[in-house]
C-alpha cells in the first residue's frame, strides 16, 4: 500500500483550531482510519458524525436523514437537492481543505450502487458535484453478485461477510485511473459497504491507492466489523 504522505504533510486545521483529524467535535470531519483498514484505503474522513445521541441527528445528519426518508409529498426535489447540495458543498470544501486542490491524489470517484428506486441518490449526486476536471466518475461500475435486497432478508449476523466480498468493478478503460480512486458514500456504519468496494477496486487495479469519504460516521468512527 502507498505510505500516506498527505496525513504526514497535512498543516490543515479545523474550524475549532485543531489539527486535522484531532477535534473531539462531532461536528468536525473525522478519520476513518484504524488497524483493520490500513489494508483497504490509505485514509477515509467523514463530514461529521451521524448523531450526537439516540434520536438526535447532528445538522449534516439530519439532512442525510431527511434526504433518505422523507417521503413526504411535501418536500419537493427541489428542496431536497438543495439539502444534497449543502452536503456536496461541505465535501467539496473538506476535500480542498484535506488535499491541495491543484495535485488531488485521486482521478476517479465511485459509489455503491443504490438499491432502490429515490427521488435523489445522495453518493451518487455527491460524486456529480465531485467530479468534473482532473477527476472523473466512474458511474454504474459497481456490480453486485447478490442483490443487497436478497442479503439484507437474510440473518443479520452474516450480510457483513457476504457484503465485503460481493462487488465487482467493471471499470471501462477510459476511466482507467492513475493517481487514486476515491470512494464516496453517505454514512460509514459497520465499514462492509466500502470495504466490499474497496476491494472490488483492488483487484482491478491492485496499485491504485483507495480513498474514502462520507457524509457521516455513526458509532465511534463506525465499527469495521466486516474486516
Given at each position: 500500500?502507498?505510505?500516506n504522505?498527505?496525513?504526514?504533510e497535512?498543516?490543515?486545521?479545523?474550524k475549532?483550531?485543531?489539527?486535522?483529524?484531532t477535534?473531539?467535535?462531532i461536528?468536525?470531519?473525522?478519520?476513518?482510519?484504524?488497524?483493520?483498514?490500513?489494508?483497504?484505503?490509505?485514509?477515509g474522513?467523514?463530514l461529521?458524525?451521524y448523531?450526537?445521541?439516540p434520536?438526535?441527528?447532528t445538522r449534516?445528519?439530519g439532512?442525510?436523514?431527511r434526504?433518505?426518508?422523507?417521503?413526504?409529498?411535501s418536500?419537493?426535489?427541489?428542496?431536497?437537492?438543495?439539502?444534497?447540495k449543502?452536503?456536496?458543498d461541505?465535501?467539496?470544501?473538506m476535500?480542498?481543505w484535506?488535499?491541495?486542490?491543484?495535485?488531488?491524489?485521486?482521478?476517479?470517484?465511485?459509489?455503491?450502487?443504490?438499491?432502490?428506486?429515490k427521488?435523489?441518490d445522495?453518493?451518487d449526486?455527491?460524486?456529480?458535484?465531485?467530479s468534473?476536471?482532473s477527476?472523473k466518475?466512474?458511474?454504474k461500475t459497481?456490480?453486485?453478485?447478490i442483490?443487497?435486497?436478497?442479503i439484507k432478508?437474510?440473518p443479520?449476523?452474516?450480510r457483513?461477510?457476504?457484503?465485503v466480498?460481493?462487488?465487482?468493478?467493471?471499470?471501462?478503460?477510459?476511466?482507467?485511473?492513475?493517481?487514486g480512486?476515491?470512494?464516496?458514500?453517505?454514512?460509514?456504519?459497520?465499514?462492509?459497504?466500502?470495504?466490499?468496494?474497496?476491494?472490488?477496486v483492488?483487484?482491478?487495479?491492485?496499485?491504485?491507492?483507495?480513498?474514502?469519504i462520507?457524509?457521516?460516521?455513526?458509532g465511534?468512527?463506525?465499527?469495521?466489523?466486516?474486516v
Amino acid at each position: 500500500m502507498v505510505e500516506n504522505r498527505w496525513g504526514l504533510e497535512r498543516k490543515a486545521r479545523c474550524k475549532c483550531d485543531f489539527p486535522a483529524g484531532t477535534c473531539a467535535s462531532i461536528e468536525c470531519p473525522h478519520p476513518l482510519n484504524s488497524r483493520e483498514t490500513s489494508t483497504l484505503w490509505i485514509e477515509g474522513w467523514a463530514l461529521s458524525k451521524y448523531s450526537s445521541e439516540p434520536y438526535k441527528k447532528t445538522r449534516i445528519g439530519g439532512l442525510i436523514k431527511r434526504i433518505k426518508y422523507d417521503k413526504s409529498p411535501s418536500y419537493s426535489l427541489t428542496e431536497r437537492t438543495s439539502d444534497a447540495k449543502i452536503i456536496s458543498d461541505e465535501i467539496i470544501k473538506m476535500i480542498k481543505w484535506l488535499y491541495d486542490p491543484s495535485d488531488l491524489p485521486f482521478d476517479l470517484c465511485l459509489c455503491p450502487p443504490s438499491h432502490e428506486v429515490k427521488p435523489l441518490d445522495l453518493p451518487d449526486f455527491i460524486c456529480r458535484a465531485i467530479s468534473g476536471g482532473s477527476v472523473k466518475y466512474a458511474e454504474k461500475t459497481l456490480i453486485e453478485r447478490i442483490p443487497l435486497t436478497t442479503i439484507k432478508a437474510g440473518p443479520k449476523e452474516d450480510r457483513g461477510k457476504k457484503l465485503v466480498d460481493n462487488f465487482v468493478f467493471d471499470c471501462p478503460e477510459a476511466l482507467y485511473p492513475s493517481k487514486g480512486v476515491l470512494i464516496i458514500d453517505d454514512v460509514f456504519d459497520t465499514g462492509s459497504t466500502i470495504t466490499g468496494v474497496s476491494r472490488a477496486v483492488s483487484a482491478q487495479f491492485p496499485n491504485i491507492p483507495r480513498f474514502v469519504i462520507t457524509a457521516a460516521y455513526i458509532g465511534h468512527m463506525g465499527r469495521i466489523s466486516a474486516v
